[in-house]
């Protein structure tokens, strides 16, 4: 589990600027935020699976508990927004600024 989680890791390092599709409209970004969320994602669902393995009860640190509130305030800023797709994708130029870039699936 920690040698995939690592090879991830060190994927998204290496590969990650060395993503380039001609095809899409937004040359660069778009293909890397895509392929970040997507090993994200895969890393999430990695440290989920490994919690509910080892049946662990994640002990919360002051910096978890403060991601927690940053995290809860993102939240609470969506869905108070006056343009909610906006606050939940983004902009559509950048597709990163919104509440599905900050969450971590």
């Not at 991830?8 to 937004?26: G, Y």
Request: glycine residues 4%.
């Amino acid at each position: 589990m920690k040698k995939l989680s690592t090879i991830i890791v060190n994927a998204l390092l290496f590969f990650t600027p060395l993503i380039v599709f001609s095809q899409t409209s937004e040359l660069f970004e778009f293909n890397k935020i895509i392929f970040i969320y997507i090993c994200s994602i895969i890393l999430f669902g990695l440290l989920i699976f490994k919690l509910t393995a080892d049946k662990l009860k994640p002990k919360l640190s002051f910096f978890d508990i403060l991601i927690l509130i940053f995290l809860l305030s993102q939240i609470l800023s969506t869905i108070f927004s006056i343009d909610r797709h906006t606050s939940i994708f983004g902009y559509y130029g950048r597709f990163n600024g919104g509440l599905v870039s900050i969450m971590p699936i």
